[in-house]
Nanobody, 122 residues
């Protein structure tokens, strides 16, 4: 069983930056990739970005390209999401997830964190 724990988040003004962290308890063949997805109220979870365990490959949603950067520190089993130039529409609950492969669909991730609120004020 893989446990995923997020940290960071909070309230920031538009144009500001935040960094989210996500630690995985263990490495297995079911968490070869990790990602971030967001959810606004009762809407479906939307893909933000994903990265392979090695950190070599990444993929971003068009809405965050050039503003968000995903990275990994394998020594700490931790991934990071650096969020720059934040916009009010980035306001959401952000979830860290782990799966066997890079994916944009929430259903393809096997393990989830509890979610962390990011609020961007205008």
């Amino acid at each position: 069983q893989v446990q995923v724990v997020e940290s960071g988040g909070g309230l920031v003004q538009a144009g500001g930056s935040l960094t989210l962290s996500c630690a995985a308890s263990v490495r297995t063949n079911r968490n070869n990739a990790m990602g971030w997805l967001l959810q606004v109220r009762v809407k479906e979870r939307e893909f933000v970005t994903t990265i392979t365990w090695s950190g070599v490959s990444t993929h971003y949603a068009d809405s965050v390209k050039g503003r968000f950067t995903i990275s990994r520190d394998n020594a700490k089993n931790t991934q990071y999401l650096q969020m720059n130039s934040l916009k009010p529409e980035d306001t959401a609950v952000y979830y860290c997830a782990a799966g066997s492969t890079m994916a944009t669909m929430a259903s393809l991730y096997d393990y989830w964190g509890q979610g962390i609120q990011v609020t961007v004020s205008s």
